[in-house]
C-alpha cells in the first residue's frame, strides 16, 4: 500500500502558497474555449471553429501579456500575442478539412505578392477574423468604460465579445450555405 499522506501534503502546500491571478479576461478565454468545444459539438464546419479558436488564441496571449512584467525586448507585446495566436491555430490546421482560395490581383507583374492567388484553409482564415472581432469587442468595451466611466452591465467585456463572435458566426455559416 502506497504512502500518500506526503504527496497529499505537497500538494496543499503548493496550493496554498499560490498567489491569486488577476487575469486580463479569464472569463474571456474559458468562454471561447466553450465556444470552441460547442461549436465542433453541434456539427458546425470549419469556419465558425476557426472563429472561435482565433479569438480563444488571442484572448489567451492578451491574458499571458498581462502576467508577463517585466519587458525584456522591443515588441514583446506583439511577439506574446503572435506566438499564442501560431501555437493555439497551426497545430489544429490537420483538423481543417474546407480549402479557400484567394486572389489578389491589385499591382505588379504576375507571380509579384500583390498579383498573385494564394491558397489558404477556411479554419485559417476563420481564425484571423475570430482574432480581429476579438480585438474589436475589447475596444468597444474599452470605449464603453471611458465614456460612461464605468462598467455599464457585470461581464460586459465578455457580453461584447462573445455578441459579437455570434453575429460574426451567423455571417460566416450564411455565407458558407448553412452549418
Not at 453575429?167 to 460566416?172: H, Q
Amino acid at each position: 500500500m502506497k504512502r500518500t499522506g506526503p504527496l497529499a501534503l505537497m500538494i496543499a502546500a503548493l496550493m496554498g502558497s499560490a498567489r491569486f491571478v488577476h487575469a486580463h479576461c479569464p472569463l474571456c478565454v474559458a468562454a471561447m474555449g466553450a465556444g470552441i468545444l460547442g461549436a465542433r459539438s453541434l456539427g458546425f464546419g470549419d469556419a465558425v471553429v476557426g472563429l472561435f479558436v482565433g479569438a480563444f488564441a488571442l484572448s489567451t496571449g492578451l491574458w499571458l501579456n498581462q502576467k508577463i512584467r517585466s519587458r525584456f525586448i522591443p515588441f514583446q507585446s506583439a511577439g506574446v500575442l503572435g506566438a499564442s495566436f501560431a501555437l493555439t491555430i497551426l497545430p489544429l490546421q490537420p483538423m481543417a478539412t474546407e480549402n479557400l482560395y484567394l486572389p489578389v490581383f491589385l499591382a505588379g507583374p504576375a507571380g509579384s505578392p500583390l498579383n498573385q492567388a494564394y491558397f489558404t484553409t477556411v479554419f485559417l482564415a476563420a481564425g484571423i477574423v475570430g482574432g480581429i472581432v476579438s480585438l474589436g469587442g475589447l475596444a468597444i468595451h474599452n470605449q464603453i468604460k471611458k465614456k460612461y466611466g464605468r462598467v455599464l452591465v457585470p461581464f460586459q467585456g465578455i457580453i461584447v465579445t462573445i455578441g459579437l463572435l455570434l453575429v460574426t458566426a451567423a455571417a460566416l455559416t450564411l455565407w458558407k450555405g448553412g452549418v
